[in-house]
């Protein structure tokens, strides 16, 4: 049964800095994409990054390239999320998520299987 637990949440300054992880188990994960979704009050969940596990291709949302990283330890089974410059609009429930690869990144909730139950990350102005 696969797992995904994530941690690292709090509250930051704007311009702050927060790393969350996710640590994953319950399978082997070389054919499959581990991701990080994001949920604020009253908006839907969405895509913010997601690393391929067998050759660490990323992909990001435009609203947070260049700020956030998304990284992997294979002897942890853990992905990360580096946010830097965070912003008062990052605030919100993050969430890990996997599923099996595909061709194309999926970036809607609806075609990731697997979820973590979320961290919070608020940051102040």
């Known amino acids: 049964q696969v797992q995904l637990v994530e941690s690292g949440g709090g509250l930051v300054q704007a311009g702050g800095s927060l790393r969350l992880s996710c640590a994953a188990s319950?399978?082997?994960?070389?054919?499959?994409?581990i991701g990080w979704f994001r949920q604020a009050p009253g908006k839907e969940r969405e895509f913010v990054a997601a690393?391929?596990?067998?050759?660490?291709?990323?992909y990001y949302a435009d609203s947070v390239k260049g700020r956030f990283t998304i990284s992997r330890d294979n002897n942890k089974n853990t992905v990360y999320l580096q946010m830097n410059s965070l912003k008062p609009e990052d605030t919100a429930v993050y969430y890990c998520?996997?599923?099996?690869?595909?061709?194309?990144?999926?970036?809607?909730?609806?075609?990731?299987?697997?979820w973590g139950q979320g961290t919070q990350v608020t940051v102040s102005s």
């Open positions: 690393i391929s596990w067998s050759d660490s291709r990323t």
């Open positions: 319950g399978r082997t994960f070389s054919t499959y994409t």
């Open positions: 998520t996997a599923r099996p690869n595909t061709p194309v990144i999926a970036t809607g909730p609806e075609s990731w299987g697997y």
